[in-house]
């Protein structure tokens, strides 16, 4: 029987055949060639048994193909979830079979890589929105204040008690003017450069933090690129000499 041939590239061929019986892909998710299961975790017609059956296959590559089946159930996609190879959890928020139940395996994972990677994905349902902006994990929150298509979750995240969230909030595109301004005054110096650097600021913040009591934040409004002449102008009269430096610096290339 070629499912059972001592070779390699004649057990592949059946692997591959798109006529091979269910029945024969079956027995084959045990064969001893990483090559051979791995043919069959790429297949988008094995039955789901088989797919199922190699979600504990040895081989982390074998799980990682099967990751990135477009057909792979989504309880193999949740059973994968718990994965111990790092490869294999991190690229499951990406897959379109991921739906609501393994979001919330995802949100139930001690891995917090594994979280803000599925945070920082668009188009989330209300559940996992609601689980992910109360995270434990201040880095998986910011992945979410940074990516969120959520208006109501967006603004949550700005008064979040972490500076790390609200910086990660500088980066939303949809982070409104108004919000931008109050970032912008944030009792972080960390999160008032961040404002610098999202190039939303209005003219008139910026000509107010060239006054800022941090001098990393004035540093930052120094070296930006988009910073206005006349900002740049006062900066280079600061009392510190490495936004001066800056400033002129920026100043020059302008000229």
Excluded: F
């Amino acid at each position: 029987m070629r499912a059972r041939d001592q070779k390699v590239q004649v057990r592949l061929s059946v692997a591959t055949d798109p006529a091979t019986p269910p029945e024969i892909l079956q027995a084959m998710a045990a064969d001893p060639s990483r090559t051979v299961r791995r043919a069959l975790a790429a297949r988008t017609n094995a039955p789901g048994q088989v797919l199922r059956e190699l979600a504990r296959d040895p081989d982390p590559r074998t799980r990682q193909i099967l990751a990135e089946n477009p057909a792979c159930p989504p309880d193999v996609l949740v059973a994968l979830v718990e994965d111990a190879h790092w490869s294999v959890r991190w690229s499951l928020p990406d897959r379109p079979a991921a739906d609501i139940e393994v979001h919330r395996a995802i949100c139930r994972s001690t891995d917090e890589v594994l979280r803000r990677l599925l945070a920082e994905r668009g188009g989330l349902d209300e559940e996992t929105n609601t689980k992910l902006v109360a995270d434990p994990s201040p880095h998986v929150r910011a992945g979410l204040a940074a990516h969120t298509d959520a208006p109501d979750i967006l603004a949550v995240l700005i008064a979040d008690a972490d500076p790390k969230v609200r910086t990660g909030a500088t980066e939303n595109p949809l982070t409104t003017t108004t919000q931008h301004r109050l970032l912008a005054r944030d009792r972080s110096a960390a999160v008032r450069a961040a404002a610098v650097r999202s190039e939303q600021l209005p003219y008139d913040e910026l000509q107010r933090l060239a006054h800022d009591r941090s001098v990393n934040v004035r540093w930052w409004l120094a070296t930006w690129p988009t910073t206005p002449d006349p900002v740049l102008r006062v900066l280079a009269a600061d009392s510190h000499r490495d936004v001066v430096t800056q400033a002129e610096a920026r100043l020059k290339k302008s000229t």
